[in-house]
C-alpha cells in the first residue's frame, strides 16, 4: 500500500507543479484535476475511502468544473497566455517554492524518522466518520452549516430579479417572464 | 476470489455492457420507430440487427477530422473521459451474488464520483471544440450537471439510511423484504430523473439540443470521436438503469427459478426502455425550466424526503 | 407529473398500432390513375400514333423539357420525326396532358425511372411511345377531324357532314 501512496503523492506533486507552471488556464485547471485525483489516491491509500470518494465528488466533480466554468465564459486567448508567461518570473515564485521546499524538507524528516507515526493501517469507515462528525464536531459542523447558508443567502439575493421595467409593448403578458 | 476469476469478472462486465451499450443503437432506433408507427431500421441482417456492424464501420472509416482551430490535446481527451468515467462506475455494480468487479464499501460514493467526473467530458469537449454552439452546450452541460449531482446524490441517500451502508451488496441484500422503491418512492424518482440529466438523454438533452444548438457540445467531433461520445452516452444509460435496478428495484432478487443475473438484467432492460420510451414522448423543457425544475422543485423535496425517511427510520428504530 | 406518464403511456401503446411503413421494393405503394408520374405517348387504337406534332405541349410546358419536330407522311398524316423529353428538368405539373389536343401525350402512374447518369434520363420516341390507348381507350384524333389522313375519308367522320362541292352549283 506504501508504494500505491508515493506513486499518487508523487504524481499530485508534479500536476501540482504543472498546475503553476501552465500558461493556458484550462490546461492548468486539467491538471489540478488529475492532482486531486492523486490525492483521493492518496487518502484511500492511508485508509479513508470516504474521504477519497468526497475528494473527488466534491473537489474534482464540482468545484474545478466551476472553475473551468467561469474560464470557458472569459473567453482568454493567446494574450492571456502571454500575460501569463510575463508574470510567471523568478520573484514571483521564488518565494512560496522556498516555503514549499521547507515543507518538504519537514515531510522527508518525519518520514525518514526511525519510529514514523505516520501511515495508519486501519480503514476509516463512512459509519466512523458520520459519528465523529455528528459526535464530536457537531458544533463544528453546525457552524459550517451557517456558514453555507449565509452563501446560499447571499447567492439567492445576488440572484434575484429586480424590478422588472417592460417595454409598454411587452406589458401585455404580465406572466411572461 | 482467486486473481484469474477476477480477470474473467472485469473481462466478462466489459464485454457485456460494451455489447449492450452498441446493441442499443439497434434497440434505440427500433424501439423509437414502433413507438413513431414506423418500423425502423429491418434490412441488414435478421431483423436489422446488422446496423450497429454498418453503423459501427462507418464511424470508423469516417475522416476522423481535429478542427484546426480546436486545442488538440484536450479535443482528443474529452470522449475517452465520458468512456472511462463511465465504464468505472459499472465496477461497483453486483450483478450476482459475488459477481462485482470492485466490492467497495463507499461503493455508492465511487459511483458518484465517477458521474460526477463524466462533467468534464461535455465542459472540455464544449471548450477545446472552440465553437460558440459547442461552448453553449458544455455552459449548460456543466451547469446541469452539477445541478442534478446534487439530487442524485442526496435522493440515494434515504436508501443508504434504510440499509445502513454504501456498499451496494449490502444495499441489494437489505431489500430482501421489500424493494426500496416502496419505502423511497421520492427517492426513486428523484434519483431516475437526475440520472437523465446527468445522461443528458432527451428530455434534458440540453446540452445538446440539435434544434437549438447543431449538436451543443460535439458539433466538431466525426468519426470514432463522436462514436465514442455516442457510445459513452448508451453506456451511462445502462450504468444508471442498473444502479435503479441495484438501488431500488432490488438487483438480483427475484423469484427462485431464473438466476439472478438474468433478473438482473431483464429489470435493467426494462429501465433502458423506459428511457428510450422518454425520449419517445416527452418534449424537451427549456434551460431555465430545467434548472429552476431542479433548484426551486427537487432540492426542497429531496430534503424533504431525507427527513421523513430519518425521522420514521429513528421512530422504527426506538 | 400525472400528463407526462400520461404521455410516455398513449405513446407507448403505439407499440401495437398499425405502422404507416410501406416495406417499398417488395410492397408497391398505392398510386391512383390519376397520379401524375412517367410522360407515355398513346396510340390510337389502330395503333398509329396520336401525336400530331403540334408543339402545344412543348408551348405548355413551364420548365421546357419537351422538344419535338413535325413532319407529315405521304398520306397527310402529321407525326413528329423526334419527341424528346428530358425527366431531369421535368416537374410532373401535368400541363401538357392538358394542353394536347389528341390525348396523345399522357401521364401515367409509374415514378420508378431513376437512373445513374443523367443523360439516360433524356427519353426519346421510342422510350416514350407505348403500345396502348392510356385513359382514352377508343378515341382516334382522326375519326373527329375533318382530315383524310388515311384513316377515314373527307365528311366520313362522326357527326360531320359529307364536304361542299365546290364545283357544284346545287344547294
Known sequence: MSLVFYISSFIAILSTIMVITRYQPIHALLYLVVSFLALAVTFLSLGAPFAAAL???????????????????????????????????????????????????EMAVLLLQDDPTGMPAAVVTPKQVSLSLYGE????????????????????????????????????????? | MTVMQHIWIVLGVLFVFLNIAAGLIWVE????????????????????????????????????????????????????????????????????????????????????????????????????????????????????????????GLSLMG??????????????????????????????????????????????????????????????????????FFIGEYLGISLISAMTVTLFFGGWLGP?????????????FFFIGIFILMRASLPRPRYDQLMGYGWKLLLPLVLLNLLVTGAIALWLKS | MISHLRTMWLVFRHLFMKKATIQYPEEKVPLYPRWRGRIVLTKDPDGGERCVGCYLCAAACPV??????????????????????????????????????TYAIQLIPDFEMAEYKRQDLVYEKEDLLINSEGKYPGYNFYNVAGLDA????????????TPVDIKSLLP
Not at chain 2, 461497483?92 to 459477481?99: D, K
Request: hydrophobic share 50%.
Open chain 1, 55 to 105: 475528494q473527488v465528488i466534491v473537489y474534482a466533480g464540482a468545484i474545478v468544473v466551476l472553475f473551468i466554468f467561469v474560464v470557458m465564459m472569459l473567453n482568454l486567448g493567446k494574450q492571456t497566455a502571454q500575460q501569463e508567461k510575463e508574470w510567471l518570473q523568478l520573484r514571483a515564485w521564488l518565494g512560496p517554492s522556498i516555503l514549499s521546499l521547507v515543507l518538504l524538507a
Open chain 1, 137 to 177: 464536531y457537531i458544533i463544528a459542523v453546525e457552524l459550517v452549516g451557517f456558514l453555507l447558508m449565509t452563501g446560499i443567502v447571499g447567492a439567492a439575493h445576488i440572484g434575484k430579479h429586480k424590478k422588472k421595467s417592460l417595454h409598454r409593448f411587452l406589458q401585455t403578458y404580465p406572466n411572461l417572464n
Open chain 2, 29 to 152: 432506433r427500433r424501439l423509437l420507430a414502433l413507438w413513431q408507427d414506423r418500423l425502423g431500421p429491418n434490412r441488414a441482417g435478421p431483423l436489422g440487427l446488422f446496423i450497429v456492424l454498418a453503423d459501427t464501420l462507418k464511424l470508423f472509416f469516417k475522416e476522423d477530422w481535429i478542427p484546426p482551430f480546436a486545442d488538440k490535446w484536450v479535443f482528443i481527451l474529452a470522449p475517452a473521459i465520458v468512456v472511462a468515467s463511465v465504464l468505472m462506475g459499472l465496477a461497483i455494480i453486483p450483478f450476482a451474488p459475488g459477481i462485482v468487479v470492485a466490492d467497495l464499501n463507499v461503493g455508492l460514493m465511487f459511483f458518484l464520483a465517477m458521474s460526477s467526473l463524466g462533467v468534464y467530458s461535455i465542459v472540455l469537449g464544449g471548450w477545446a471544440s472552440n465553437n460558440k454552439y459547442s461552448l453553449l452546450g458544455a455552459l449548460r452541460g456543466a451547469s446541469q450537471m452539477i445541478a442534478y449531482e446534487v439530487f442524485m
Open chain 2, 159 to 228: 436508501v443508504v439510511m434504510l440499509s445502513k451502508s454504501f456498499n451496494l451488496g449490502d444495499i441489494v441484500a437489505a431489500q430482501k423484504d421489500m424493494w426500496f422503491i416502496v419505502t423511497q418512492p421520492v427517492g426513486f424518482v428523484i434519483f431516475f430523473i437526475a440520472g437523465l440529466a446527468e445522461t443528458h438523454r432527451l428530455p434534458f438533452d440540453i446540452p445538446e439540443a440539435e434544434s437549438e444548438l447543431i449538436a451543443g457540445f460535439h458539433s466538431e467531433y466525426s468519426g470514432m470521436k463522436f462514436g465514442m
Open chain 2, 256 to 268: 427462485a427459478f431464473l438466476p439472478p443475473v438474468v433478473w438482473f438484467f431483464l429489470k435493467t
Open chain 3, 64 to 101: 421546357d423539357c419537351i422538344a419535338l419536330q413535325a413532319t407529315e407522311n405521304e398520306e397527310g398524316r402529321r407525326y413528329p420525326e423526334f419527341f424528346r423529353i428530358n425527366f431531369s428538368r421535368c416537374i410532373f405539373c401535368g400541363y401538357c396532358e392538358e394542353a394536347c389536343p
Open chain 3, 150 to 161: 388515311g384513316v377515314k375519308e373527307k365528311g366520313k367522320g362522326k357527326d360531320e357532314e
